[in-house]
């Protein structure tokens, strides 16, 4: 980073605020000539709205990470695929007939129930918010406390971006031969700290990313990746197909700022509707996918409609 | 409307700002008295935002319309179910094996493409909207404008929330005993007018909600309901079971308003996450679901990060 | 049918195998002119083999039972669609995050059990075969002795051709609000008696096909249709457009027994794969699907590999 | 297989018949000593009718290709899963929003289908048999000739068992960069030697198992594993939870044989249903699962309603 910045660049793209921070400390002195920033993480998008709220923001950024052709596309089409990429690669576990257990049912957890469910498998969800929760339920999940779910699972997959989803107790109440694993922010999602004092021994590795706990009375618990991201660690993270959204935001975002160099206000900006409509455009186009255009008839109505008449 | 205002209520209930637009000229007299009122319409909102914007709103208001109580769950899970009844009533059709084209990919359109493809139906979604039109490529629908859809489908059905999206042009493509319908705003989405006069003679009124139009050239086109919400014309609306969120959301945005009589301040305000979490947590409790509650660590591991640390 | 047989037929079309059995007792002498009848019932196929391995049988009967083009098809897709839309139309309930039991996976229980999925259901599966019950294990369904489900549905319905499926220990077993309904064989699958005598007092008529009982302690278990078939007495049987399928197996079987007057064997004959061909290259066809033909190289290919080469 | 005849082994386990035809010439003599063989492929089990029915069998043999517990499971819920894992691991290619072909819809292809289309892909079905291809329509698949799919297949994947199903034209006619694949029976379902041809130039190894062909013109191809099975050759094949059943199989049959010793007939014999019912329930119970038994009374309407009363 420091390497970066000695460079002296116009336009920087950040993630999680590192960046932004030495910019606002140690460089401070490099801020005004920066057009702008793209923060591509959800952190990073807290820290610069934390730093805007305090009126102490020294230039202008672009939350990339809030555009829906960054988030509602990689994370839900290319987490469902590349995690049970993951698993299978990890384990060649059979998810027709298993049950699956989902942690969260964000973005993420619902990539990840939907395509479990598509391969066969029985899914059942875990949350902590109400209204998700009820979507869940809704969508045909059976939905329950992790308490409960830990007896029923063949595969645990944590996607909450919490910390500890599965502890110490719920190793205890699973099943010999349980899969359990990590598809959502950290190492963190999974106390592996417990599980490695409830076994007492170190783990066997059975296979690339595939670890075996042993715990008293001779219950087995494999472990994917050492409950980082499987995807990540098992497998190749998201296909190319649908990074190249989340890239084409990145790259439009910078086109953005340094044809407005000057021009934008010091605040957090998020990404033109006009922005992630010619990306998603633009990818359909790349599919070969048509769609229709309003009439002016059409164009008419939404706007008197819209003005109340 | 007026008798309800001779009443002189204190909280009102409205539906397309309609009471709320008498209050603001022949009873303006009376709008100081009310302590708030709940609007459920997505016209009504917009009218009151207009309002809002002018700095002419009289009285505070609340958006039920936007609560994700009231909107995610009648308009996706209720509409999938309440439109596919409405056809199967009015012509007993096979879904299985046949072409369902699903004009727009709102919530409504989400409800209905997931819900007929559960059917066995193959689906074909159309829209205007790119970033929306990639969603339904990556749910696996096939998505076409609907000049193209017209010659394939065997069942349309229009939730858009916009006029004429079934036109002249598209009747004159579509197959012999191609089914018509609406589930979406109002009738003005199929394009009746039309269709009356490529045909030249009266339809014919088959079955209850079913009438034949004949093109010239012999080919039959069925239309449900005279283009009207074919849910509530052909069958029974959402179920009750769907419709007790949007009520619970609306009798506890009345209670909301009337314990905090005088103290409101004159705005659009949106239902509370705490209301909302309510409403979701209740229903969860009527089927019989349990979740998770954030353990102390994992608050504390939320609001760091939330910090930014 | 003593009057159809007095008009002194020469094809018959049965059901149940109930003419045939006249044909072999009260007119016996009339066989020997019938040139051969058409059998449609999974019963009056059994009868017809018990007459056939007695070497009692005194006139060729062809199997249009048996037929692909008759059960694969009807029961499968028919049932499904039809047996929800009885539910719904008794009912209104949402099936959308219910726990829909179905009993049975053979085509009926797979019609049903997938399209209640399909319509947002979590679905239980109760079966007496192991093999049976592990394909619903491995299509993702959650398989269970009906003992266990009956305290976790909110819907359950028969299809299992035998009787008293859903019996005393059940009603007792179930939720307040259960809905239990049959679309199985005949209204035994469910154990009426059972549950007029648990409940005491005659049940409360609803809706129409909707009747209350309320057992002792208060609990209500709503009954469809008196347990009678719930798609016949509830909404319209199967939709014409799969039942076309079943006619057109009927009609060409009876053809090709005109065709072959005096030539048939005296035994049940199985319809041949060449009418079953014609029957669903013609459903094809109206449907506007082409299909591919073999190449001379493929034929040449799998027969030589028929050969064992 | 010389060498495990010269072991002269009690009981053997064939693959294609090719035991069985030494016995039956340069090893004729010990035919007489072996109690039976068992074979697990549909080819073998082909040769060996052919073997019984020209009444030159010399020993009893035992098609476990036919059980149900083998050919229903792997076939389908294996070949499902390891085919999308070959595929996802020879490219990393985004299921969802892909057109996926599949050639052939037995018991593979139907399993291939309902996996891709449960990843997000829109499945699209070619066929020669119209019974089958009818019930993939009802499936809800889109249906049509190679010719026509190989204009708009993303994916492409063999299923047959038959040859050259994806020919020169259908190369000629294909998208740049669509990928094609075979998870059939040999390497011939794809005309492998056809487009080698076409393209000229030898291909580019881009990956394991990942061949890029260049067509005239500058089209390009990817072929998989050259065609050859790509569940093997590109991913580990079927997970051991379901091949458990095979062996299962095999073994239980083997145990049946040798204790028959002497007393079997020297005919195909089909696995006896006792043996696959107990299969299915080890399995069963090895997942934890239990179902239902049928009542005395259950037994007795069955047992009286086979008997036609």
Redesign the interface.
């Known amino acids: 980073l420091h390497a970066a910045l000695k460079h002296k660049p116009h336009i920087t793209m950040d993630d999680g ?1 590192d960046l932004i921070s030495l910019l606002h400390t140690d460089y401070a002195a490099q801020a005004k000539d920066i057009y702008g920033s793209m923060e591509e993480t959800t ?1 990073g998008v ?2 610069l709205r ?1 730093l805007e709220r305090d009126k102490k923001l020294k230039l202008p950024v672009v939350a990339v990470n809030d555009a ?2 960054k988030n ?2 990689d994370n ?3 987490t ?2 590349s995690t049970l ?1 993951g698993i ?2 990890a384990t ?6 298993s049950v699956f257990v989902v942690a969260g049912y964000g973005w993420c957890g619902r990539g990840l129930a ?2 479990a ?6 899914v059942i969800v ?6 998700v ?3 869940a ?12 779910a830990a007896s029923k699972g063949d595969i645990f997959c944590t996607v909450t971006g ?4 599965i502890r110490k107790e719920h190793f205890a109440a699973m ?1 010999d031969g349980a899969v359990v694993c990590n598809s959502g922010h950290f190492d ?1 999602e999974i106390d592996m700290k417990a599980l490695a004092t409830s076994a007492g021994a170190p783990p066997k590795e059975l296979r690339h990313s595939l670890q075996e706990y042993i715990l008293p009375g001779g219950k087995r618990l494999l472990v994917l990746a050492e409950g980082r991201l499987v995807n990540l660690a098992a497998a ?1 993270g ?5 990074m190249d959204m989340s890239f084409a935001t990145q790259s439009l975002a910078a086109e953005y700022v340094a044809k407005n160099k000057g021009k934008l206000e010091i605040k957090v900006h998020t990404l033109s509707l006009e922005i ?2 010619l990306i ?2 633009l ?2 186009r790349s ?9 002016d ?2 164009k008419n ?2 706007a008197s ?4 008449t």
Chains 1, 2, 3, 4 share one sequence.
């Open positions: 605020a952190t807290i820290r934390a829906r052709t509602m596309f839900r089409y290319g469902g695929q990429d299978i690669r060649n576990i059979l998810l027709s007939g939907s395509r469910r598509g391969m066969g498998a029985r875990t949350e902590v918010d109400h209204l929760a009820l979507e339920v809704m969508d045909g999940f059976e939905v329950m406390p992790m308490a409960d919490n910390t500890h989803v099943k963190v190749e998201h296909p190319p197909t649908v992630e409509e998603a455009s990818k359909l599919m070969g996918v048509a769609i229709d255009t309003l009439t008839e059409q109505y939404l409609w819209e003005g109340g």
